[in-house]
């Protein structure tokens, strides 16, 4: 049976979801945080160590504004509601990305990893304007200025990922089959699953029987 300490998930379909059932991607984008409660929940329950969910990506700044703003809403309020909450649980929050966000959002940010620091139980990193072609590059530049040999090892080193482990499993919901710029290096032997549930649809049992099936996985790991 495989061990499983770290798992990543790609929240899609929030947008699609508001639409088809409210008419409004808002709607969709906060019902989804009672899905991240869930799987918060699901974690703890299954022992996981880490869980990455891709929450902002440097692609996203595309959007309109106005859902730009709503999203930096959604993400205060959460972080303000819940923050004693996580401390409580015994919950680390470990924010991956450039803090390139208003000023209210960045001091909160390094607040909430201030007063989550120290906890054990699950650590959860939340990959915010992030974009796994820059973190590379920026990880290679540093090296090069500390005039260090590009290995795979200091490449690791200098990844936001660093003291993370790689993720075994890499879940995709909103039936859409690409990685949109996501731990790209960090995903070489992670088992790859793709939901058509798009995520506010996304449940506990979804997460089970992923949980389930990635357990009876043969890994090799270029190995027979």
Do not use: C
Request: proline share 3%; no cysteine; charged share 30%.
């Amino acid at each position: 049976m495989n061990p499983l300490n770290h798992v990543a998930i790609i929240m899609d379909g929030n947008g699609r979801w508001g639409l088809k059932n409210y008419n409004s991607r808002k709607r969709g984008h906060s019902e989804g945080l009672k899905t991240v409660e869930k799987i918060i929940k699901g974690s703890i329950k299954n022992k996981i160590n880490y869980l990455t969910l891709f929450a902002f990506s440097t692609e996203n700044w595309k959007r309109p504004k106005s859902e730009i703003n709503y999203l930096f809403h959604l993400l205060e309020s959460f972080l303000k509601n819940k923050i004693d909450e996580l401390k409580k649980n015994n919950i680390k929050l470990k924010i991956l990305g450039e803090k390139k966000f208003p000023k209210k959002i960045i001091n909160l940010l390094k607040k909430s990893e201030f007063i989550t620091k120290n906890n054990s139980q699950l650590q959860i990193n939340l990959a915010l304007n992030y974009g796994s072609k820059q973190e590379i590059i920026s990880a290679i530049k540093k090296l090069n200025k500390k005039k260090l040999n590009i290995t795979e090892e200091n490449i690791s080193n200098f990844l936001y990922t660093k003291y993370i482990p790689d993720p075994e499993i890499l879940i995709r919901t909103g039936n859409t089959k690409r990685l949109s710029n996501f731990l790209l290096w960090q995903i070489s032997y992670t088992e790859i699953f793709f939901s058509k549930k798009l995520w506010p649809d996304f449940n506990e049992k979804d997460f089970e029987k992923i949980i389930k099936q990635f357990k009876k996985i043969k890994r090799n790991f270029g190995k027979i």
